[in-house]
């Protein structure tokens, strides 16, 4: 199962920046913070991923609360091509614990 | 730098056929998962493979099994096929544990 909580769906202006959050309040010490995406019908892109600090890079920003139970990503100017469906996920990076696990994400829908 | 490549891009099999699809992994990538999306689903974990050898499996049956090659490219292959296996088969590779990037998919269609 998930270990993380997505609101379904939202929508915003094409420009402005898309504000995306997401739930994570049993992540352990050494779970990081990963954000996927995938446009329909292609392979899920990888956008982020953070620990406790706020990370940035080319695609976008994500926000880590300092409790680590909620962060949040950020596309700063979206753009039409931002539409798809965002998957929040939390991973450990050793073992063969460190598989993806996929909730159902939250698709965002960029309007012109 | 090549990206994850995968073979075929769509295949029709009927129920009890065996099918094998193909995973090139992204150049100095030697870790690769498979996982499967059924229809309006997010992608479910099947297996990993690093360095040649099983490392961690999801809640599939023993008919899915893989095969990863000294070069790091890799096999999944499904044995007696079922209606329920119609989804987008997904390779991600990997250095280690770091990020997984994924291939564009192969979609199976069991009839």
């Known amino acids: 199962d998930a270990k993380t909580t997505q609101p379904p769906s939202m929508d915003c202006a094409e420009g402005r920046a898309a504000n995306l959050p997401c739930n994570h309040s049993?992540?352990?010490?050494?779970?990081?913070v990963y954000w996927y995406r995938q446009i329909h019908s292609q392979g899920p892109q990888y956008i982020i991923h953070?620990?406790?600090n706020n990370e940035t890079n080319e695609m976008a920003s994500l926000i880590i609360t300092e409790d680590r139970k909620s962060s949040t990503l950020i596309l700063p100017h979206a753009t039409l091509r931002d539409t798809a469906v965002y998957y929040c996920?939390?991973?450990?990076?050793?073992?063969?614990?460190?598989?993806?696990?996929f909730g159902k994400g939250i698709t965002l829908s960029v309007r012109p | 730098e090549t990206g994850v490549t995968q073979s075929p891009t769509h295949l029709i099999k009927t129920r009890g056929q065996q099918v094998t699809l193909r995973c090139s992994s992204q150049?100095?990538?030697?870790?690769v998962s498979w996982y499967q999306q059924a229809l309006g689903q997010g992608p479910q974990f099947i297996f990993q493979?690093?360095?040649?050898?099983?490392?961690g499996r999801g809640n599939f049956p023993p008919r899915f099994s893989g095969l990863q090659f000294p070069n790091y490219s890799s096999e999944l292959n499904v044995n007696a096929l079922e209606l329920d296996d119609s989804a987008l088969y997904l390779c991600?590779?990997?250095?280690?544990?770091?990020?997984?990037?994924f291939g564009p998919g192969t979609r199976l269609t069991v009839t």
């Open positions: 991600a590779s990997s250095s280690g544990q770091a990020e997984q990037y």
């Open positions: 049993t992540i352990s010490g050494n779970e990081y």
């Open positions: 953070g620990l406790k």
């Open positions: 996920i939390v991973r450990v990076r050793a073992g063969a614990n460190s598989k993806l696990t």
């Open positions: 150049s100095g990538h030697n870790t």
């Open positions: 493979y690093y360095r040649e050898e099983e490392n």
